[in-house]
């Protein structure tokens, strides 16, 4: 393409005027704007003839352009310098508009208001279920529920754990950890020092007792069902067994009892589970003691078993009511059963060819103010705490010397 020729003062007569695209004076040129815009340069600024159609790549003239109007170079270069000088002008400005920083509050003192020490309270919502078995770990103390939430006592008030209905009915603690079962396989786990709770289903059988160890648990349950968590599994842990099992109490993998349905009792050796004659034919729903050659085992019909060895003996309860649950509390075995019956048995425990001479054992009855079908009794340093229900209403009582120190609920 040939170079546009320079501008000059006195075009020549047989040239006419044209929107020419004159070079500016360079010293007119800014820095920063070297080339003007080649977007508004004509492609030829020395051609005469205006009718000629624009090619498609020349810009338009800009509205208002003509004979008076700035040539399209002139106009490139303007726009470019009011640009910048906005940006300069802008930057000025913001320096000069920049908000001063705003100021600092002045802190204004506030009076501390003392308010009342909160007075511990129970909602007796809580005991407006079935409140079934319980037992206490290092942290608290816990009682489930046949159809109702998870409680727990932590030596001022009860508060509802967790409000999912689960349906529970024994439970067994160790220093930090709740274990409950109920029908269907159900098993519940609570880390009371981490506040976690677990829930399995490990079987179809109604699990009617549990038994915490040092390194898990062991339940059984309806047809025979005994089973063992230990490594964080589930597995059977007898065969051969076909009667309903309802208690059980356990002293290692080796060591055991179990006792349920037609006066059946097993105790775990070695070689297995051997059975082992109880002289009744009444179900046993409980058993408890501090070894395996001596223990209490209560059922129904008042029934009261005292064992020493491998022989069981029938004791006298005075009742004929069903007792449900028991516990060996040092050398006394707590009993409970329905219509608020609580006895104590004293003289029980007594190991075959034990130095101590046996005592005749004594059974005596404790008044709790109740006619609640009592489910669950278990201790608590010096404490014996009961749990019972009738209906829609439950109570838990803590009883101390022989009497009632603390009672809650409706029941």
């Not at 704007?33 to 790549?57: C, E, G, H, L």
């Not at 004659?277 to 501090?290: F, N, Q, S």
């Not at 404790?366 to 079908?373: A, F, K, R």
């Not at 489910?375 to 010096?382: D, E, L, N, P, Y």
């Amino acid at each position: 393409m040939a170079s546009t020729p320079p501008p000059s003062d006195h075009p020549p007569e047989d040239t006419p005027k044209t929107e020419k695209a004159a070079q500016p004076d360079a010293a007119a040129k800014p820095d920063t704007a070297a080339k003007p815009d080649t977007a508004a340069k004509p492609d030829n600024a020395t051609q005469p003839d205006k009718s000629r159609v624009p090619a498609p790549s020349r810009a338009p003239a800009p509205p208002g352009s003509g004979d008076g109007a700035l040539p399209l170079g002139y106009a490139g270069i303007i726009a470019v310098l009011l640009v910048v000088a906005a940006v300069g002008g802008g930057l000025a400005i913001g320096t000069l508009a920049r908000p001063s920083p705003t100021a600092r509050p002045t802190p204004v003192p506030t009076v501390a208001v003392p308010t009342r020490t909160p007075v511990p309270t129970t909602d007796p919502q809580v005991f407006f279920q079935q409140l079934s078995a319980g037992c206490a770990t290092e942290q608290g103390l816990w009682v489930v529920a046949n159809g109702g939430a998870l409680l727990r006592y932590g030596g001022k008030d009860w508060t509802q754990v967790d409000s999912t209905l689960r349906t529970l009915t024994y439970a067994s603690c160790d220093a930090g950890t709740l274990y409950a079962v109920g029908p269907v396989g159900a098993v519940l786990i609570v880390d009371d020092r981490a506040r976690s709770i677990n829930a399995f289903d490990v079987t179809v059988e109604d699990l009617r007792a549990v038994a915490a160890m040092p390194q898990g648990a062991m339940v059984v349950g309806t047809q025979g069902m005994v089973m063992l968590l230990s490594g964080g599994t589930w597995q059977p842990y007898a065969s051969g067994i076909e009667e309903d099992l309802n208690g059980l109490i356990v002293f290692g993998l080796e060591s055991a009892w179990i006792v349920g349905s037609k006066g059946v009792s097993y105790r775990l050796e070695v070689a297995g589970w051997r059975p082992v004659k109880t002289g009744v034919d009444v179900t046993l729903r409980a058993i408890a003691g501090p070894s395996a050659g001596t223990a209490v085992a209560v059922g129904d019909g008042g029934t009261i078993l005292a064992l020493s060895g491998l022989t069981w003996t029938k004791v006298e309860s005075g009742i004929d009511t069903p007792l449900r649950a028991v516990a060996a509390v040092g050398s006394t075995a707590w009993a409970v059963g329905d219509g608020g019956v609580v006895l104590t048995v004293d003289g029980a425990f007594v190991l075959p060819g034990s130095a101590i001479q046996a005592k005749p054992t004594v059974v005596s009855r404790i008044d709790i103010g109740t006619t609640c079908t009592l489910t669950s009794v278990f201790a608590r340093g010096q404490d014996i705490w009961i749990v019972g229900s009738h209906g829609g209403v439950s109570g838990v009582w803590r009883v101390r010397d022989g009497k009632v120190a603390e009672r809650w609920g409706e029941c």
